[in-house]
């Protein structure tokens, strides 16, 4: 079969195609491939390795477009997943400035972790000399989020950071912010999630992609959203994220059970703010996307009764103290 | 350099401007006067910080984060060969020493004890006195840094028995305690304001008279040889048992350049030839199964189901690890295990637990049997050999206090230093106490020290070595075969393993250490057909294998002369461990490029000489 990697030299992008056969490439991970094609084939091939055994991180790469963890691939189940294709495309993670060929950078990321401060301040009963106490169902909670080894692989995935990166940061950023702002140690959430909400903890688009593709099984989409519900229940909801969670919680309860989005929009971003989007609301509208009708209201949604129910069972529930 | 004005970007910009000059000027000297530092005696205006540390695993970490909490107006800067986190730190498993509960018999005396004993009293007993009771403040300093460890009922840290230890000292998270650790301290240095210098590689340390004035970097991303000056330098680069290239558990990247930088500034190699071997590896390359999974009740077991351990140890599996990693080989040689040659194994069985019970505990190293073999230690035993494990020996350490070496201002932490803490034979959780404190040791010893210097070095010879280094770059990267190299080292890591493994004897050591002079000889011709300088990680296995051959080299005088058995070197000629002889540390320095031994004695204290018996 054929092995094509997207290469780079520092100057100029072009592509490399090995010819291996099936035997050479049945048995192997991801990575020792890699090695392989390096050690007998083509010594110029640049990747980085270190722990072969899914817990440094440093081998993340793009196969057909998804990031996978080399060491932690086996190419037998590669080749199941793409049913046995004559050829697989191999490159660098997305989203990520590429140095050469599949090894990328990552001092923006390690700049990007340092915004959220991710070691805890901790309560002031606890001391350096004599440690802290927590339950281990503290530690459960927190448990997987420690699971990360900043392998890239999310933040490969995230649309929002394919369309804009400017005011967002890498999924696993985020995970770290909640992993120091939910311990039970910590003396204040706030050290970390004011720096996440100032950098782009509302801008997530919910592709979920970051869930689907981390090799750890962590959800820093879910852990987004824990960083949100904290951030509304501290008082953090001004804004236009907040607003637009409200309104979404409005729809579903005083309005039909369907998100309306021109009111969405509106109650989000003010009047003046939608006016700029007209383009982008005719377009939807055009593309029977959205009913600009909906304004003035539509019809409830089958089940709307046990809907409204829910969530008032589950606010009432959260003043009663059962959920957090 | 104050901290506020030190930017990455500006630290590179004048690393390239000088390097720049450099090649442009000849001499060099004159024209980078940019930066501009009247009173800091570097001339040169060659990049510069106040405490230099290269290595990013848990020693240089710690000693960062060190630096910066003792003297907040040094700068720290922090140079890895890649990105931070890829490290052997952060692959280790059981858990991390320290006696935090004085209640129930335990106490600092018996960890010195049991790590002195588990040394093969080749342990210097004042460092370890000292360690120990480092470890139960390290234990209490990583809970407050936010280290997520398990918990007990009453809610302060977990603990587990690792082997060689008479309590449960051995604290832990889950089976991935290494990984938590080390982002943890990474959390805790990016926190605190401590800069990092990704993707640069150590060439050499560089030296002002006889003082250490920094240290040149290869600048991966460019190709660009960086000198850079620093008033303190701590060198936390890991061991370097990838000699044993193709079974060993330890990271691609282990291959002791810090040890081989030290050794070529004039530095000694301390017991190079004590080298650990870990009982249990995963038969298919020697990825880890932590010691903790013995700590369980794991059991071992040979081709005729016997539980072969009772021939070997009171302690059964729970031996030491040189006892149990011998005992599997003897096993292997005698027949009773499974498979042939360098796929021989026995069975490690945990089908005892509950699959909730491996989820909590040792949920990383189930992942490892399924990843390697295809095997789930729920349902069945999986198949485990011996992998090389850890480097006792590492530069030699002139003072435990500060970590400092013999070469002021040059400090050294974790597997790269030997403070002798674990002599012979490591104890299984004394490897993550030994990298949080030596590695804090170090960075406040470096701190002192780079705090009370009036300036930095004249650069000269850091110039000189950068300018050596860049004419050897173009010379090697113009020639050669693709697989040469690759060859050459697969060959050199089986041979290392045959001859200077688990079982060795004189007539084996004698040899090898004449193919290890071939093994450099070929290495010295060697030739890498990629001369483009953006990244060149062929280039980077070319100059880790440089200095592996050259740390084997100094294993192979130690193993050869150390004519005993001593924790984990085993002579089968001199089947004996001989105290009137050999209760000495090997002291190894390069004389004209090639390895001389000398002696030195072992510090004995408290704990009085006596047979090791488990």
Same mark, same amino acid.
């Given at each position: 079969?054929?092995?094509?990697?997207?290469?780079?030299?520092?100057?100029?992008?072009?592509?490399?195609?090995?010819?291996?056969?099936?035997?050479?490439?049945?048995?192997?991970?991801?990575?020792?491939?890699?090695?392989?094609?390096?050690?007998?084939?083509?010594?110029?091939?640049?990747?980085?390795?270190?722990?072969?055994?899914?817990?440094?991180?440093?081998? =993340?790469?793009?196969?057909?477009?998804?990031?996978?963890?080399?060491?932690?691939?086996?190419?037998?189940?590669? @080749?199941?997943?793409?049913?046995?294709?004559?050829?697989?495309?191999?490159?660098?993670?997305?989203?990520?400035?590429?140095?050469?060929?599949?090894?990328?950078?990552?001092?923006?990321?390690?700049?990007?972790?340092?915004?959220?401060?991710?070691?805890?301040?901790?309560?002031?009963?606890?001391?350096?000399?004599?440690?802290?106490?927590?339950?281990?169902?503290?530690?459960?909670?927190?448990?997987?989020?420690?699971?990360?080894?900043?392998?890239?692989?999310?933040?490969?995935?995230?649309?929002?950071?394919?369309?804009?990166?400017?005011?967002?940061?890498?999924?696993?950023?985020?995970?770290?912010?909640?992993?120091?702002?939910?311990?039970?140690?910590?003396?204040?959430?706030?050290?970390?999630?004011?720096?996440?909400?100032?950098?782009? @903890?509302?801008?997530?688009?919910?592709?979920?992609?970051?869930?689907?593709?981390?090799?750890?099984?962590?959800?820093?989409?879910?852990?987004?959203?824990?960083?949100?519900?904290?951030?509304?229940?501290?008082?953090?909801?001004?804004?236009?994220?907040?607003?637009?969670?409200?309104?979404?919680?409005?729809?579903?309860?005083?309005?039909?059970?369907?998100?309306?989005?021109?009111?969405?929009?509106?109650?989000?971003?003010?009047?003046?703010?939608?006016?700029?989007? @007209?383009?982008?609301?005719?377009?939807?509208?055009?593309?029977?996307?959205?009913?600009?009708?909906?304004?003035?209201?539509?019809?409830?949604?089958?089940?709307?009764?046990?809907?409204?129910?829910?969530?008032?069972? =589950?606010?009432? =529930?959260?003043?009663?103290?059962?959920?957090? | 350099?104050?901290?506020?004005?030190?930017?990455?970007?500006?630290?590179?910009?004048?690393?390239?401007?000088?390097?720049?000059?450099?090649?442009?000027?000849?001499?060099?000297?004159?024209?980078?006067?940019?930066?501009?530092?009247?009173?800091?005696?570097?001339?040169?205006?060659?990049?510069?910080?106040?405490?230099?540390?290269?290595?990013?695993?848990?020693?240089?970490?710690?000693?960062?984060?060190?630096?910066?909490?003792?003297?907040?107006?040094?700068?720290?800067?922090?140079?890895?060969?890649?990105?931070?986190?890829?490290?052997?730190?952060?692959?280790?498993?059981?858990?991390?020493?320290?006696?935090?509960?004085?209640?129930?018999?335990?106490?600092?005396?018996?960890?010195?004890?049991?790590?002195?004993?588990?040394?093969?009293?080749?342990?210097?007993?004042?460092?370890?006195?000292?360690?120990?009771?480092?470890?139960?403040?390290?234990?209490?300093?990583?809970?407050?840094?936010?280290?997520?460890?398990?918990?007990?009922?009453?809610?302060?840290?977990?603990?587990?028995?690792?082997?060689?230890?008479?309590?449960?000292?051995?604290?832990?998270?889950?089976?991935?305690?290494?990984?938590?650790?080390?982002?943890?301290?990474?959390?805790?240095?990016?926190?605190?304001?401590?800069?990092?210098?990704?993707?640069?590689?150590?060439?050499?340390?560089?030296?002002?008279?006889?003082?250490?004035?920094?240290?040149?970097?290869?600048?991966?991303?460019?190709?660009?040889?960086?000198?850079?000056?620093?008033?303190?330098?701590?060198?936390?680069?890991?061991?370097?048992?990838?000699?044993?290239?193709?079974? $060993?558990?330890?990271?691609?990247?282990?291959?002791?350049?810090?040890?081989?930088?030290?050794?070529?500034?004039?530095?000694?190699?301390?017991?190079?030839?004590?080298?650990?071997?870990?009982?249990?590896?995963?038969?298919?390359?020697?990825?880890?199964?932590?010691?903790?999974?013995?700590?369980?009740?794991?059991?071992?077991?040979?081709?005729?189901?016997?539980?072969?351990?009772?021939?070997?140890?009171?302690?059964?599996?729970?031996?030491?690890?040189?006892?149990?990693?011998?005992?599997?080989?003897?096993?292997?040689?005698?027949?009773?295990?499974?498979?042939?040659?360098?796929?021989?194994?026995?069975?490690?069985?945990?089908?005892?637990?509950?699959?909730?019970?491996?989820?909590?505990?040792?949920?990383?190293?189930?992942?490892?049997?399924?990843?390697?073999?295809?095997?789930?230690?729920?349902?069945?035993?999986?198949?485990?050999?011996?992998?090389?494990?850890?480097?006792?020996?590492?530069?030699?350490?002139?003072?435990?206090?500060?970590?400092? $070496?013999?070469?002021?201002?040059?400090?050294?932490?974790?597997?790269?230093?030997?403070?002798?803490?674990?002599?012979?034979?490591?104890?299984?959780?004394?490897?993550?106490?030994? $990298? $949080?404190?030596?590695?804090?040791?170090?960075?406040?010893?470096?701190?002192?020290?780079?705090?009370?210097?009036?300036?930095?070095?004249?650069?000269?010879?850091?110039?000189?070595?950068?300018?050596?280094?860049?004419?050897?770059?173009?010379?090697?990267?113009?020639?050669?075969?693709?697989?040469?190299?690759?060859?050459?080292?697969?060959?050199?890591?089986?041979?290392?393993?045959?001859?200077?493994?688990?079982?060795?004897?004189?007539?084996?050591?004698?040899?090898?250490?004449?193919?290890?002079?071939?093994?450099?000889?070929?290495?010295?011709?060697?030739?890498?057909?990629?001369?483009?300088?953006?990244?060149?990680?062929?280039?980077?296995?070319?100059?880790?294998?440089?200095?592996?051959?050259?740390?084997?080299?100094?294993?192979?005088?130690?193993?050869?002369?150390?004519?005993?058995?001593?924790?984990?070197?085993?002579?089968?000629?001199?089947?004996?461990?001989?105290?009137?002889?050999?209760?000495?540390?090997?002291?190894?320095?390069?004389?004209?490029?090639?390895?001389?031994?000398?002696?030195?004695?072992?510090?004995?204290?408290?704990?009085?000489?006596?047979?090791?018996?488990?």
């Amino acid at each position: 079969m054929k092995i094509i990697i997207e290469r780079f030299d520092g100057k100029k992008k072009y592509e490399s195609t090995y010819e291996l056969r099936i035997d050479e490439v049945k048995g192997q991970t991801l990575l020792s491939l890699l090695q392989y094609i390096k050690r007998t084939q083509d010594i110029t091939l640049n990747f980085t390795a270190a722990c072969r055994m899914a817990i440094c991180g440093a081998c =993340a790469v793009r196969v057909n477009g998804h990031s996978y963890l080399a060491c932690d691939t086996k190419m037998e189940e590669l @080749l199941e997943e793409y049913e046995n294709p004559e050829s697989m495309r191999i490159s660098p993670l997305n989203n990520f400035r590429v140095i050469t060929d599949l090894v990328v950078d990552w001092e923006p990321s390690i700049e990007n972790l340092r915004k959220v401060k991710p070691t805890i301040t901790p309560k002031s009963e606890f001391s350096e000399k004599t440690g802290c106490v927590q339950t281990q169902a503290d530690v459960d909670a927190i448990k997987k989020q420690w699971d990360c080894i900043l392998c890239g692989c999310c933040a490969s995935e995230c649309n929002k950071l394919e369309a804009d990166a400017s005011d967002y940061m890498q999924p696993f950023v985020f995970t770290h912010a909640y992993r120091a702002a939910d311990d039970s140690r910590s003396k204040d959430p706030m050290i970390h999630l004011k720096p996440a909400i100032a950098n782009g @903890l509302w801008n997530c688009v919910h592709c979920q992609e970051c869930v689907d593709r981390c090799p750890k099984g962590i959800s820093s989409f879910g852990d987004i959203e824990s960083l949100r519900v904290m951030a509304m229940k501290k008082g953090l909801n001004e804004g236009m994220g907040p607003a637009h969670a409200e309104a979404f919680l409005l729809d579903m309860v005083e309005g039909d059970g369907r998100l309306n989005e021109i009111k969405l929009a509106l109650r989000s971003e003010g009047v003046l703010a939608n006016t700029t989007k @007209l383009d982008i609301a005719y377009n939807l509208m055009k593309a029977g996307k959205m009913n600009p009708l909906h304004i003035f209201g539509g019809e409830k949604i089958e089940g709307h009764a046990e809907l409204v129910k829910m969530v008032e069972a =589950a606010r009432k =529930a959260e003043k009663e103290g059962t959920i957090k | 350099m104050s901290e506020q004005k030190f930017t990455r970007r500006d630290f590179l910009q004048s690393a390239c401007i000088s390097v720049g000059a450099l090649a442009a000027s000849g001499s060099g000297v004159s024209a980078l006067a940019a930066d501009n530092k009247k009173d800091s005696g570097n001339k040169d205006g060659l990049p510069s910080v106040d405490v230099l540390v290269i290595g990013s695993g848990g020693a240089g970490l710690r000693a960062a984060v060190a630096v910066r909490k003792k003297y907040p107006n040094l700068s720290v800067v922090v140079v890895n060969k890649g990105m931070p986190s890829r490290n052997a730190t952060c692959m280790a498993e059981g858990g991390i020493n320290g006696v935090i509960d004085f209640e129930h018999g335990d106490s600092h005396e018996l960890h010195a004890y049991d790590t002195v004993k588990g040394s093969d009293f080749l342990g210097d007993q004042d460092a370890i006195i000292k360690f120990v009771e480092k470890a139960t403040e390290a234990i209490h300093e990583l809970d407050y840094a936010g280290m997520p460890f398990n918990r007990q009922k009453n809610n302060t840290v977990a603990r587990r028995f690792a082997g060689g230890a008479k309590y449960e000292r051995c604290n832990y998270a889950a089976d991935k305690t290494g990984s938590i650790l080390m982002h943890t301290c990474l959390d805790e240095a990016i926190t605190r304001g401590v800069k990092f210098l990704l993707d640069h590689y150590l060439l050499d340390v560089a030296m002002d008279g006889d003082k250490c004035e920094g240290a040149v970097l290869l600048d991966m991303q460019t190709g660009d040889v960086t000198p850079v000056l620093a008033k303190a330098v701590v060198l936390a680069t890991g061991g370097y048992t990838r000699v044993f290239f193709n079974r $060993t558990s330890t990271p691609f990247n282990a291959s002791g350049d810090g040890i081989a930088a030290a050794l070529r500034a004039g530095l000694a190699f301390k017991d190079p030839e004590m080298l650990q071997f870990h009982p249990t590896g995963i038969r298919t390359g020697g990825a880890l199964i932590t010691e903790a999974a013995r700590g369980l009740g794991g059991k071992l077991i040979n081709n005729k189901g016997e539980r072969f351990m009772s021939k070997y140890s009171k302690r059964m599996e729970l031996a030491p690890r040189d006892i149990v990693a011998r005992s599997i080989e003897t096993e292997i040689r005698l027949g009773n295990a499974f498979g042939e040659g360098m796929s021989s194994y026995v069975l490690l069985d945990l089908t005892h637990l509950s699959e909730e019970q491996i989820m909590n505990e040792l949920p990383q190293i189930r992942h490892v049997g399924l990843l390697f073999d295809g095997m789930d230690l729920v349902k069945e035993p999986i198949p485990i050999r011996p992998t090389a494990h850890y480097s006792m020996g590492g530069i030699e350490i002139a003072k435990f206090d500060d970590m400092s $070496t013999h070469l002021p201002g040059l400090f050294a932490a974790g597997e790269t230093s030997c403070a002798s803490i674990h002599g012979a034979n490591r104890l299984g959780g004394n490897s993550l106490t030994d $990298t $949080t404190v030596t590695g804090k040791l170090a960075g406040e010893g470096a701190g002192e020290y780079a705090s009370k210097q009036t300036g930095f070095g004249s650069g000269k010879h850091a110039h000189e070595l950068a300018q050596k280094w860049q004419a050897k770059f173009k010379e090697i990267t113009s020639g050669g075969t693709s697989n040469e190299m690759y060859d050459l080292r697969e060959e050199f890591g089986k041979q290392n393993w045959d001859n200077m493994g688990i079982y060795r004897t004189g007539d084996k050591l004698e040899a090898h250490a004449k193919s290890l002079e071939e093994f450099q000889a070929k290495y010295d011709a060697l030739k890498i057909p990629n001369p483009n300088m953006t990244y060149n990680t062929a280039l980077i296995d070319y100059l880790e294998f440089g200095n592996l051959i050259m740390l084997a080299r100094c294993a192979c005088l130690g193993a050869l002369e150390r004519k005993e058995c001593r924790g984990a070197h085993f002579r089968e000629d001199y089947p004996k461990r001989d105290d009137v002889n050999f209760l000495k540390h090997s002291i190894v320095t390069l004389k004209d490029g090639k390895p001389t031994l000398a002696y030195k004695d072992v510090v004995i204290t408290k704990y009085p000489v006596e047979e090791r018996k488990y």
